[in-house]
């Protein structure tokens, strides 16, 4: 039981680059979540999925897209990298409106 | 806006004292109420989870909330330099809403 992965671990683009962060969750959860996490500035929530073959926007979704493929996956998708997307990225799963379950981030170096 | 207040620290305590790590949150509706500790690098690991009004204990850790007053508390007992890490807040709303604020955190330094 892994729990909540995510790949890569580290990555660095460049300006204009596109790439997708993965995830996924091997608990049977319903709810699958990104966030960044600046310093300073705590967890900011960039997109969720309530079930799976839904999606919705946080709070900073400008600039991403998701894709929930099924119970288990949810993909982070930036399309062109800007350097203000420089962040630590992680990933969580819950059953519900509950505790939830982090992946062990992806630190991203935009330059 | 749904907010999440904590002070950000860092709170210092010498190892065995108890740590005060005190949430305030602007949602009076607010149900579930949760506390995470991050280690520096890491990534954040739920550590209690508070549902009612009163103290919640597991082991060294007691939770505690009010929601008249809108706030959340967690204390930590025995403190060792181990609980050195970011402790993060997080209320979800009335109505079974998926998204959790979270606060900023506290970062506790436990030194020996």
């Known amino acids: 039981n892994a729990g909540v992965t995510q790949t890569p671990k580290f990555q660095v683009l460049k300006t204009g680059q596109s790439m997708t962060l993965q995830c996924a969750q091997d608990?049977?959860?319903?709810?699958m979540y990104w966030y960044r996490q600046d310093p300073g500035m705590g967890l900011r929530l960039i997109y969720y999925?309530?079930?799976?073959?839904?999606?919705d926007k946080g709070e900073v979704p400008n600039g991403y897209n998701v894709s929930r493929l099924n119970k288990r996956e949810f993909s982070l998708r930036l399309e062109s990298a800007a350097p203000s997307q420089t962040s630590v990225y992680f990933c969580?799963?819950?059953?519900?409106?509950?505790?939830?379950?982090f992946g062990p981030g992806t630190r991203l170096t935009v330059l | 806006q749904k907010e999440v207040e904590q002070n950000s620290g860092p709170l210092s305590v010498p190892e065995g004292a108890i740590a005060s790590l005190n949430c305030t949150y602007s949602d009076r509706g607010s149900q579930s109420f949760f506390w995470y500790r991050q280690y520096s690098g890491k990534s954040p690991e739920l550590i209690m989870s508070i549902y009612s009004n009163g103290d919640k204990e597991d082991g060294r850790f007691t939770a505690q909330l009010n929601k008249a007053s809108q706030y959340v508390s967690l204390l930590i007992r025995d403190s060792q330099p181990s609980d050195s890490a970011t402790y993060l807040c997080a209320v979800n709303a009335a109505g079974g809403s998926y998204i959790p604020t979270f606060g900023r955190g506290t970062s506790l330094i436990v030194h020996p």
């Open positions: 999925s309530a079930s799976e073959g839904t999606t």
């Open positions: 969580a799963s819950t059953v519900k409106y509950n505790e939830q379950f």
């Open positions: 608990m049977n959860h319903n709810s």
